[in-house]
Structures are given as C-alpha cells and as structure tokens.
T-cell receptor, first 113, second 113 residues
C-alpha cells in the first residue's frame, strides 16, 4: 500500500487564523481525499482532491472554508480558513489504491482556541 | 436515508475472549466492505475487507462475515489481546454518496487484561 505522510501532526491555532495541512504520497495515485473526524466521532468526507482541477466538495463543505490544492499525483494540501473552535478536529488525508481500497495518513490533530 | 449503522458503540471484553461488531447498510448495490482500526493519535488502518461475492474472510485472529440478503456484515476478533484495544470502523460504498465509502459510527473496544 502507499505510504502517506501528513504534516503537521498537530497544531494549536488561534481563532480567525488559517492552517494549511500537507499530504505527500510515495507513489502516484489518482484518487486523493480529505476527511474530518470531530472529537469522538466517525469520519466525514470533506472533498475529493482532483489533480489539475478544482476539488469536489461534499454537502456541507465549501471551497472558501476548505480550499484544496492538488498540483500533482503525489501531493495535496488542505487549508482550514478563518478557524473557530468548532473546527477543532482530526483532519485526514487518504488515497484510493486501485479500485476500492482506501488508506489513510496519520492525521493532523487541530485545536482552535 | 442511506447510511451505515454500527453496533455496539462500546465493547469491553476480557483478554482471551471474542469480540463481535456488527454493521448494517442500506444500499443493496454495495459490494465492498472494509474494516478499519484506529489507535489513539493515529489514522485509521485497514485491517480486513470483503467483497460481496464471498460470505466470509479470515486473517489470523480476525474475520469478517457478510450476509448480503440481510445487508449486514460483522467483524470477529478471537483470542483478544490488550493491543486489540482501539476504535473500529466499518464502511460501505453507498449510491447516495456517489459510491464513496460511508463510515459507521465506530466501536470503542477495550480489552481488559
């Protein structure tokens, strides 16, 4: 399976600021995704990161709040903009290997004060 | 609506006993069912998966069973060990989610030594 490196692993941020999370994969992958995991909750898909074009966002998530870049087949970033305490979550990068298997990075634990 | 339901939400077992987690899904067209294990501070790890053309799959102490008619699948962990303590998530692709994986609510498993 692909090795997925995500950074930072954790951060504490002030309300109103933005944080950019990076995801690096050790091989080229077609499908990359960003998930949010609120405290004690399950995994919710934020968006599909499309290489060379705008990301595809799920219901309830918008580009202004969560801009995503995908400049090539091995790298993507997720920015959490104008943060509030409600944004405190784990943010996870994931890739689909082949047809269906989904693998996750180690996550970014974000706390907003 | 279309969803994946997971039970129980918490499970406490004595070391050496078995643990069973069950998930039900709503989309009869779903054909791939993975299970993930998430340890504290880490991203979810794919531990076993099953496709709809088989009824059971086993990998050492873990097994997954699938009942397509009843639309449910279960994770079985035998001879539990303290390192099995984690949160476990099931998932299934749902048409309503564009055939992307939808995750169950998670089961927190505690193995008592």
């Amino acid at each position: 399976s692909a090795v997925i490196s995500q950074k930072p692993s954790r951060d504490i941020c002030q309300r109103g600021t933005s944080l950019t999370i990076q995801c690096q994969v050790d091989s080229q992958v077609t499908m990359m995704f960003w998930y949010r995991q609120q405290p004690g909750q399950s995994l919710t898909l934020i968006a599909t990161a499309n290489q060379g074009s705008e990301a595809t966002y799920e219901s309830g998530f918008v580009i202004d709040k969560f801009p995503i870049s995908r400049p090539n087949l091995t790298f993507s970033t997720l920015t959490v903009s104008n943060m509030s305490p409600e944004d405190s979550s784990i943010y996870l990068c994931s890739v689909r290997d082949g047809r269906e298997k989904l693998f996750f990075g180690s996550g970014t634990q974000l706390s907003v004060l | 609506g279309e969803n994946v339901e997971q039970h129980p939400s918490t499970l406490s077992v004595q070391e050496g006993d078995s643990a069973v987690i069950k998930c039900t899904y709503s989309d009869s067209a779903s054909n791939y069912f993975p299970w993930y294990k998430q340890e504290l501070g880490k991203g979810p790890q794919l531990i076993i998966d099953i496709r709809s053309n088989v009824g059971e799959k086993k990998d050492q102490r873990i097994a997954v069973t699938l009942n397509k008619t009843a639309k449910h699948f279960s994770l079985h962990i035998t001879e539990t060990q303290p390192e099995d303590s984690a949160v476990y998530f099931c998932a299934a692709p749902l048409k309503a989610a564009g055939n992307k994986l939808t995750f169950g609510g998670g089961t927190r498993v505690l193995v008592k030594p």
